[in-house]
């Protein structure tokens, strides 16, 4: 074989061109659209959980980082990258710090320092183990077990 074309070893097949991922990826309108509703869903997400929390703790708070969770993992499984889970984390973190800057008057949406921190810490806890996590795995996929 003198051709020019490389083989894969011990198929004796051309190797297969990959797609190219990640930000390497080209741009795709829909995975856009996608990435800004779930970033208008985290913000959404933000302002029901500073709601909640303050208003029904510690249940709220639980109920609101149930939320929070909900969402990153759910971005994270339709979308099926870290970018999933990510772009509602920003929604979110941007609608609460935009909920921090309180009014003129001194007021603002939290009730306690004790329930921010917990909420702010958590919320960002949960998107970082959502982003993180590995992959899951492929519908259909083989599962290396014999007879299944």
Same mark, same amino acid.
Request: glycine content about 18%; charged content about 10%.
């Given at each position: 074989?003198?051709? $020019?074309?490389?083989?894969?070893?011990?198929? !004796?097949?051309?190797?297969?061109?990959?797609?190219?991922?990640?930000?390497? #990826?080209?741009?795709?309108? !829909?995975?856009?659209? =996608?990435?800004?509703?779930? #970033? @208008?869903? /985290?913000?959404? *997400?933000?302002?029901?959980?500073?709601? *909640?929390? =303050?208003?029904?703790?510690? $249940?709220?708070?639980? %109920?609101?980082? @149930?939320?929070?969770?909900?969402?990153?993992?759910?971005?994270? %499984?339709?979308?099926?990258?870290?970018?999933?889970?990510?772009?509602?984390?920003?929604?979110?973190?941007?609608?609460?710090? @935009?909920?921090?800057? !309180?009014?003129?008057?001194?007021?603002?949406?939290? /009730?306690? =320092?004790?329930?921010?921190?917990?909420?702010?810490? !958590?919320?960002? =806890?949960?998107?970082?183990?959502? #982003?993180?996590?590995?992959?899951?795995?492929?519908?259909?996929?083989?599962?290396?077990?014999?007879?299944?």
């Amino acid at each position: 074989m003198s051709s $020019g074309k490389q083989r894969r070893p011990g198929t !004796g097949t051309p190797p297969r061109e990959h797609a190219p991922s990640g930000l390497a #990826a080209p741009l795709n309108p !829909g995975r856009i659209g =996608a990435y800004l509703g779930l #970033a @208008v869903l /985290g913000a959404l *997400v933000g302002l029901a959980g500073a709601l *909640v929390q =303050a208003a029904w703790f510690p $249940g709220g708070l639980l %109920l609101a980082l @149930v939320a929070c969770a909900g969402l990153f993992y759910g971005g994270r %499984l339709l979308i099926g990258t870290q970018m999933g889970a990510l772009a509602p984390a920003a929604g979110w973190l941007i609608s609460v710090i @935009v909920l921090l800057g !309180g009014r003129p008057e001194g007021d603002y949406v939290f /009730g306690d =320092a004790l329930g921010l921190t917990l909420f702010m810490l !958590g919320g960002m =806890a949960v998107a970082v183990m959502c #982003a993180t996590m590995s992959r899951s795995p492929q519908q259909g996929a083989d599962n290396g077990r014999p007879g299944k």
